[in-house]
């Protein structure tokens, strides 16, 4: 991820770079002046190209899934890149603002002289201008209720939907405030093709044509629920798409709650059915159980996903982490397993629940693990004092040079665990995590 955004912000800067050697300032300009004006360009340009990615991004485009590893990478990606680019915003407003104290320090004699406009284009110049501040301080609020993590995801969900138009204001106001002289240069044709597809995007995301193509309509066929995990199976439309094992798809049970992401807990069979594990988490997952209903119509979008274990290395060491509801994908694994038992390569499955006793997963893994003798299963009860640290898989797995660990589950044992086993483990180490959380 950080590599994709250090290229995209080299390009550009590159770019910019390449129009400031080749430019001309008038001999009695302060340096200071220069700075600013330049300095306002670069962090301009830098902002609306993480803008676009940000909003390409946020497009769910599957295609992408495979280079970058996942739509919650894509998600994650789409997160920090429209981070950065608030902030190098902020920066370019702030260097705006910045005349106010270049005035009475240096005056304005040495001040770049404003390049004058004619007629519709400054109409136009003069509208951009007022596009941006306001779509920067929207901007600005949305990140901090981004950030504030006790601010309501459905709240937020509904809030953020404004983005795409606080985008096509930004992507206004650089078309025309950008100089007229960069349109025939690389750092223009750039900005250009990152506007086009950025607006192109957000028209996208206006007209909900998000995700559509891989929509189908399904019927909800069984509900079983033991108020804190409900399982909910669905027969599907015609239309849907095979999925792989720990593939996940959004579904969306109530119009006005709109679709949230899950896995699918099912192998698929061929008959269009699956099956999600829901865990009561929040405002509508508590309330979950007493909603749904068997025979009612439901919205599955997907599949979606890159926890696929044909991804492993063949030679590598499998080791797989589930933490709670986490177990999902791994659910799906094993079923999948099923019918080709002796094709089941070797693997340790690290079940890791707060109490084995009451746990609603434990006897469904312990039969679907039975019947495949690769598969050791180990149950980690932390109301029994058995807690999975880092130090612990290294022994057990005895530090074989080559491993894959399969990771699902609360974010905070999967920190611990990849610093722990990365700051040890003797020889490659891979470890491929589906984060359950998209914000
Ligand atoms: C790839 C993926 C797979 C998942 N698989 C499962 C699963 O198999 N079983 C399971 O129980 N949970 C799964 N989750 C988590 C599940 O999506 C959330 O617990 C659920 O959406 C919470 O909704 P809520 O309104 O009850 O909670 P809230 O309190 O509103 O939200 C809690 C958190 O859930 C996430 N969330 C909520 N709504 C959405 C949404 N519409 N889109 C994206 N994220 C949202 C946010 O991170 C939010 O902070 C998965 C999440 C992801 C991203």
């Known amino acids: 991820m950080k590599s994709i955004l250090f290229i995209l912000l080299a390009i550009i800067s590159a770019t910019w770079g390449l ?21 306002m360009y670069l962090t301009g340009l830098l902002s609306i190209a993480l803008m676009s990615l940000s909003m390409v991004l946020a497009t769910r485009p599957a295609w992408l899934e495979k280079p970058l590893g996942g739509l919650d990478r894509i998600y994650r990606l789409h997160k920090w890149s429209g981070i950065l680019a608030i902030g190098f915003g902020a920066s370019h407003w702030l260097l705006k603002l910045s005349s106010d104290i270049l005035k009475p320090l240096i005056g304005v004699e040495g001040r770049l002289p404003k390049i004058k406009y004619d007629g519709l284009l400054e109409v136009l110049r003069e509208l951009g201008d007022d596009m941006g501040e306001p779509a920067l301080y929207a901007m600005l609020a949305m990140l ?41 240069q690389p750092v223009g044709m750039l900005m250009a093709a990152c506007l086009a597809v950025g607006v192109v995007a957000s028209v996208m995301s206006l007209a909900g044509m998000i995700g559509r193509r891989r929509q189908v309509n399904g019927l909800v066929v069984a509900v079983n629920s ?129 109490n084995h006793e009451s746990d609603p997963f434990v006897g469904r893994l ?51 665990l990849k610093k722990g086993l990365k700051d040890s483990w003797n020889g490659r180490l891979r470890f491929h995590q589906e984060a359950f959380e998209m914000r």
């Open 226 to 354: 033991d108020g804190d995990v409900t399982e909910v199976t669905c027969q599907l439309d015609e239309q849907w798409q095979a999925h792989r094992p720990g593939q996940f798809a959004f579904i969306t049970f109530d119009w006005i709650e709109g679709a949230h992401p899950f896995t699918i807990a099912s192998a698929d069979r061929g008959e269009r059915t699956i099956t999600f594990f829901i865990k009561a988490l929040g405002d509508f997952t508590n309330k979950l159980a007493q909603r749904v209903k068997t025979g009612q119509t439901v919205r599955i979008e997907g599949p979606y996903g890159r926890f696929q274990l044909a991804r492993s290395k063949p030679d590598s060491r499998q080791i797989w982490v589930a933490g709670g509801i986490g177990v999902t994908p791994f659910l799906a694994w094993l079923e999948s397993l099923q019918a080709r038992p002796e094709e089941t390569r070797e693997a340790d499955l690290h079940y890791c629940t707060r």
């Open 144 to 184: 901090a209720v981004t950030l504030w993590r006790r601010f309501p995801y459905h709240l937020w969900r509904h809030l953020h939907r404004v983005m795409p138009v606080l985008y096509l204001m930004l992507a206004l106001h650089a078309a025309l405030l950008a100089p007229l002289t960069y349109w025939a």
């Open 366 to 416: 312990q039969t679907l693990c039975a019947a495949l003798p690769g598969i050791r299963l180990n149950i980690h009860s932390a109301k029994h004092g058995d807690v999975l640290t880092a130090d612990a898989l290294k022994l057990a797995e005895g530090q074989k040079k080559k491993a894959d660990v399969w990771f699902c589950g609360p974010s905070g044992l999967a920190d611990a």
């Open 19 to 39: 129009d400031l050697a080749t430019s001309s300032f008038p001999p009695d300009s302060h340096i200071l002046w220069i700075v600013r004006q330049e300095g």
